[in-house]
């Protein structure tokens, strides 16, 4: 490696053609701890690797990290091996003496982040336009829009006639009939805090919505020190065109409104049982999510009427929430029950990487901020392990981050091929993913489509077809087979 002008210069030799190269889980350990300066990691790499791998990574005087061809293996560990303790007998000399085990873990998930967006830059993945077909890996299928000219769409819902029950984030709940001009708001809903991440989120209707007319909504409030917000859960009902007889689920105490506007949740999820289970994000501050004590960065499960389960995990527990189903969760955005096992699956979003999908199994600790795959936004370490005992690891996590949000299994009879397959949605890259699902493991991923929208929510209607809701335009769209 030629010497950078840097006080690291004397130990910083050659980043090499060892280096282990991408996917795959790894190794241990609890919150971070300030080891010293949280160099950005693209100023790391470029000190440390840049006059060996190339300032693109795509290889110098050592060989490219964009591709998946591995010495020293393709995992994690084996990458933050070679970073640590060097490859001896090559030209791989160890940093540990220069990077402490965080600024390590930065640089394994930098150069897997950079891989990915590489990798992704030379698929071919369509960007349909509307009723242009679009050829998968198992159906050939349609776009249809269904509805058109929505403002910052959130949560979509069926309603027994077949109307639309949509969710638009500035504070609109509209209930819709397709082919036919856009409804008014109903009226008398609480108006939410409209900032970043805020806003009105997610819609589900009781399963007995039939017979009780109960409608639930998830919004991000005003509330406690001049800017300060948090999450609140309610139900209701629509009388007309009026939001009536409103209860609420879950409000936070006041001390716990601050000023951060990030990472208010939220999506719902009803069980057979009729148990209502809702995801809070961790507010932005991170550690709140292995407290029990607080509501923030966990799954959470009520009965209908927001009254604590006798069954729940953390019940008679001191200092414990009593709703809390889950916890160590930074912050979920998609929940669905697998249509064979009856198991909750969840994604959640990761910071700059680690996005996740999860499987959600009562008082399990899913890891954030101890261990992540991930890195913050502005290059820094978040932790330096990637794993530790009594946490639970990942099925499935995403570097670069793609911001997965909403999700659905797939059991209607319009695309075979399709058949109890996850479909996830994604704001990065405004794709809709398929993923093959056997046991425990994602066996296989396709991305259907990219580029026509944010994708937030995708939802199976009682016709069959899968509804995919766009932001940036606005809009409904559906999945049909390309011939009948």
Sequence with gaps: ?????????????????????????????????PYGPRDDVAKTYVEICASCH???????????LLDDQWSYGGDDASLADSIRNGRPGTAMMPFKAVLDER?????????????????????????????????????????????????????LE???????????????????????????????????????????MDVALHPDYAL?????????????????????????????????????????????????????????????????????????????????????GKIHRVQDDGRIPADNPFVGRPGAAASIWSYGNRNPQGLDWHPVTGELWSTEHGPRGGDELNLIEPGRNYGWPVITYGINYDGTPVSDKTAQEGMEQPILQWTPSIGTCGIAFYTGSHF??????????????????????????????????????????VVQGPDGYLYVVLNNPGRIVRLVPATP
């Design 54 to 64: 190339g300032k693109t990574l795509a290889g110098d005087r050592a060989s490219s």
């Design 212 to 296: 009780n007319g109960w409608i639930y909504l998830g919004y991000s409030e005003p509330g406690g020190p001049p800017g300060a917000s948090n999450t609140v859960v309610i139900r209701g009902r629509v009388r007309g065109s009026q939001w009536v007889d409103e209860q609420v689920l879950f409000r936070a105490q006041k001390d716990l409104y601050w000023d951060d506007n990030t990472h208010f949740g939220l999506r719902f999820l009803f069980d057979k049982e009729r148990r209502l289970y809702y995801s809070i994000g961790d507010r932005g501050r991170e550690r709140d999510a292995q407290d029990l004590s607080l509501p923030h």
């Design 103 to 155: 600024q390590i873990q930065s640089v394994v998930v930098f150069i897997r982040e950079q891989a990915g967006k590489a990798k992704a830059m030379g698929a071919s993945v369509p960007s349909p336009a509307v009723d242009r077909v679009v050829e998968s890996e198992k159906h050939a299928f349609k776009l249809e829009t269904v509805v058109d000219g929505l403002d910052t769409p959130w949560g």
């Design 1 to 33: 490696m030629i010497p950078h002008q840097s006080p690291l210069t004397p130990l910083l030799t050659v980043l090499s053609l060892a280096l282990a190269h991408l996917p795959a889980p790894a190794a241990a350990q609890a919150f971070p701890s």
């Design 416 to 457: 075979p091929g399709w058949k109890n397959d996850l479909f996830v949605t994604a704001l990065v890259g405004q794709s809709l993913r398929r993923l093959v699902i056997e046991g425990h493991r994602v066996v296989h991923e396709e991305v259907l489509f990219r580029n026509i929208g944010r994708v937030r929510d």
């Design 158 to 200: 069926f309603l027994p006639d077949g109307r639309l029950i949509v969710t638009e984030r500035p504070g609109n709940l509209r209930l819709l009939t397709t082919g036919k001009p856009l409804a008014d708001p109903v009226a008398g809903l609480p108006k939410p805090w409209v900032k970043q991440d805020g806003g009105l």
